[in-house]
């Protein structure tokens, strides 16, 4: 009988699995690229523009969804992939479903970058 892990083991594993799905994405899916080398620019612009702790808090929390909800686009369109490969109206419908909510959070992140960068830049 296998001697069931610890607690802290599992912790351990599981980070290591989303660090490897993290990795995996990013090698793997040219929009997270892109959403990366952007999040790279903007957080060289706060350090330039010397935003503030709550400005900072906010771009955070922007890149953070965009490229979360990025990755939840991605596993559902592997998911609906691997479900149905060949083309098909209703699986089409579910991954523009999940490419639309990428598209509103990328919207509502470049709104911040506006706000945050706007004042600085005028």
Request: glycine share 6%.
């Amino acid at each position: 009988m296998n001697k069931k892990e610890s607690f802290f083991a599992n912790r351990i594993k599981s980070i290591g699995y989303a660090v490897r799905g993290a990795l995996v994405l990013l090698k793997k899916e040219a929009s997270i690229k892109v959403q990366f080398t952007i999040a790279l620019l903007v957080t060289a612009a706060g350090f330039f523009f010397n935003i503030s702790s709550t400005e900072w808090i906010i771009q955070l929390l922007a890149i953070g969804l965009v490229m979360s909800i990025e990755g939840m686009n991605t596993a559902v369109e592997e998911i609906a992939n691997f479900i149905h490969p060949e083309h098909n109206n209703k699986i089409g419908l579910i991954k523009d479903i999940a490419a639309g909510s990428v598209f509103y959070a990328s919207i509502i992140a470049i709104i911040i970058g506006l706000i945050i960068y706007l004042p600085k830049i005028f």
